[in-house]
Nanobody
Framework: EKLVESGGGSVQVGESLTLSCVVV?????????MAWFRQAPGKEREAVAT???????TYDDTVKGRFTISKDNWRATLLLQMESLKPEDTGMYFC????????????????????WGQGTQVTVSS
C-alpha cells in the first residue's frame, strides 16, 4: 500500500493548513489505525492525531482544539486540518496506516505502523 501526502508549506503564526494523505490501492475503511506523525529536527517521530476503525480520534495535548483528523473512506483519504498554527508545530508530517491488530493495542505507537507516506514539511514562522 502506498500513501501519498500533500498540503504542507510555509505559513505565518496563526494561519491554517490542511494536510491530505491518499491511500493508493487499499481501502481506508478497513484500517485499524491511521495517524499523522510529526518529526521535528533532532527529535523522535511522535503522533499528533490518530483515528481508529470506529472513527475514534485522539490528539496530542499540544494540538488539541487546533487540529482535526478525519478520514474519507470514499476517497481513501486521511486529512489533518491544522488551525492557529504555532512555531512549535514545525516539522515533517507523516501519514501512517495499519491494517490488522496493533501490537501496542493503541494507534499512537510509531512502531506499530508498517505503511508510511514520504512526509510533507510544515514550517510556521513568527
Amino acid at each position: 500500500e502506498k500513501l501519498v501526502e500533500s498540503g504542507g508549506g510555509s505559513v505565518q503564526v496563526g494561519e491554517s493548513l490542511t494536510l491530505s494523505c491518499v491511500v493508493v490501492s487499499a481501502p481506508t475503511s478497513t484500517t485499524s489505525c491511521m495517524a499523522w506523525f510529526r518529526q521535528a529536527p533532532g527529535k523522535e517521530r511522535e503522533a499528533v492525531a490518530t483515528i481508529d476503525i470506529y472513527g475514534k480520534t485522539t490528539y496530542d495535548d499540544t494540538v488539541k482544539g487546533r487540529f482535526t483528523i478525519s478520514k474519507d473512506n470514499w476517497r481513501a483519504t486521511l486529512l489533518l486540518q491544522m488551525e492557529s498554527l504555532k512555531p512549535e508545530d514545525t516539522g515533517m508530517y507523516f501519514c501512517a496506516a495499519h491494517w490488522g491488530a496493533t501490537a501496542s493495542k493503541t494507534c499512537y505507537t510509531a512502531s506499530d505502523y508498517g505503511n508510511w507516506g514520504q512526509g510533507t514539511q510544515v514550517t510556521v514562522s513568527s
